[in-house]
């Protein structure tokens, strides 16, 4: 493999996080379904906001969050995704550059703002978003800095593209880029109901081998096949062919390939106070070791790691620098 | 004493938070001092948020803080703050409001913006702020409503608004009101270095019964008279025959009047993840316990509660209900 300038670049919706604590009935009376993401306009979200109380703000986005992951653990990242210049927008800017990424999208300068997702965390510590995707709505394949594919070795690409009309040819340029240069591609599943959505065309992408490594939890991985049986789910996962990686909760995670599947345990944590981004910082982990070379039970244990300090706390940013948790772990990564 | 509409209004400077974790050695390179706030112009606001990593940013402000306490543990209570019509100023009204606090304090149009409170947090859970006033620098006696101040059973204040050029104007005229309505003035110290700043005219504030009640931590505490010695200082802070309440981190809390002092040991915690907000929250919790008739020491016990709550998450707000929070330890306030 050539010595990529890049060892992972993201492409995925550029957003920020709008996080408050909200009670059950709350997502019964606004008909939120827990757990999962919805998308609204924003007169939706202006009326949604009024009804949260007092709000953490931070940057989020599903591959944007995993992109800073793996900056944390010390591993060379880029991330490509749309916002305005508004002040959301250049707080999203500020966050992901000092976090250590590459980030050279331009400002969208006209047209909806940024993109901001509303997240009511119940008392269960589970998120349920809403998502109102403003200025992603802008991102399409001149985005795509062909160089920056080029240098990287995975390309990372969240299933949550396919929801703004251009994103997608983003999506596929920039997959067509990366294995044309040898390097390989991996995408995260995103949500249950996404799945739901674009059920043939995920599908399509495992089969003709536009992606070679997919990220899904088990509610994703049980819409994908349309089954209810998660073992059924699994045997279909393996019989893909692929390298895949199933996200169970505080049951662990599975490493699914067509020859062996392994099953690592979730890390112990001392308190579950928001699930947001325990998807995005797991699939860092295991990047982060993959792409090291670690074996694929030592990057899914680093994936857990990283799962268990997000979950944590609001927000799916690190707040200590998971190099440094890794390596009070036992799994420090080689440089 | 009459029936109030408001149990408690509080006064103080409107400020936006911006937090992010932070290693010892840029407060070295920064020449922060641990645990102190300091003020900044716009420029060096400009330059040390360059120099943060990933911010998670909540509303704050000392008496607000405050004021959003007593609200979450049911207590009828409105605040006086400046903020601009600035994004930062409407998430600050929105977070306000939501929170069942009343707060109309008109919009600054023009002049600075919001004011930003930059967080920087260290492994330890400290916290150290760098203060841009901003907007807070148009609040002045004009924006004390008088009706909400004789409505007001509690008027609470903080030191640090002695520093923009027209607050303490507001303060000295708010508290006039309230005496000649007969309710109570409340004050915290705010921060050593501000008792520094202000000494003289805090003692004189004390001295001439222009407040009723003294929050202060031990740093406050040892500033205000000079001396290294705690118990020296304490002895002193008796003598003013005030109501006065000493904060003492991990060692909890005394009540101190003339009469008596009583020592109240600290909640205890899971981690310590940031102490932004701890005295404010303190603060909230005794102030509760007091207007709604509870004992000096069941006061700082509820006092003791919301800072244990507090200071286990970023940002200064809390993410629980705090009535349910007193209810679960025997403390329920009445109705």
Redesign the interface.
């Known amino acids: 493999m050539p010595d990529h300038k890049f060892e992972v670049l993201g492409l995925g919706n550029a957003i920020v996080d709008v996080i ?2 909200a009670e059950d009935d709350l997502l019964e009376r606004e008909n939120l379904n827990k757990g999962a993401m919805v998308l609204i306009d924003e007169e939706r979200s202006a009326s949604l ?2 009804l ?8 989020g986005g599903s591959a944007a969050n995993t992109i ?1 992951g793996l900056a944390s653990f010390g591993i060379r990242s880029a991330f490509i995704g749309k916002v305005k210049n ?3 927008g250049h ?1 999203f800017s ?3 550059r ?2 250590g990424v590459h980030f050279g999208t331009p400002f969208a300068t006209e047209g909806p703002g940024t993109a901001r997702c509303l997240v009511l965390v119940t ?1 269960d510590g589970e998120r349920t978003m809403s998502t109102y995707l403003g200025a992603c709505q802008n991102l399409g394949p001149d985005d795509v800095d062909e160089s920056l594919v080029k240098a990287s070795s995975i390309l990372y690409l969240e299933g949550y593209l396919w929801d703004p009309p251009a994103a997608k040819q983003a999506f596929i340029k920039a997959a067509a880029i990366a294995h044309a240069a040898g390097n390989q591609v991996a995408l995260t599943l995103s949500d249950a109901f996404c799945v739901d959505r674009y059920r043939d065309e995920f599908l399509d992408l495992m089969r003709t081998k536009t992606v070679d490594i997919i990220f899904a939890n088990q509610h994703e991985l049980r819409s994908l096949y349309q089954t209810a049986d998660f073992d059924t789910a699994v045997t279909a996962f393996r019989d893909e062919n692929l390298l895949g990686i199933v996200t169970r909760s505080e049951h662990g995670s599975m490493v699914v390939t067509r020859e062996e599947t392994h099953a690592v345990p979730a890390s112990p944590i ?2 579950l ?1 928001d699930t947001t981004g325990a998807g995005d910082l797991f699939a860092a982990g295991f990047l982060a070791g993959l792409v090291r070379g670690s074996d694929l039970k030592d990057a899914a244990r680093l994936g857990g790691l990283a799962a268990a300090e997000i979950i944590q ?3 799916a ?4 620098r998971l190099s440094d948790l890794a390596a009070e772990n036992g799994l420090a990564l080689p440089l």
């Open positions: 408050a604590p906001y009024g949260m109380g007092s709000t953490t703000i931070t940057s800073v508004d002040e959301a707080a500020h966050d992901i000092s976090s008392p001392e308190r106070v706390h609001y927000g940013r690190p707040h200590v």
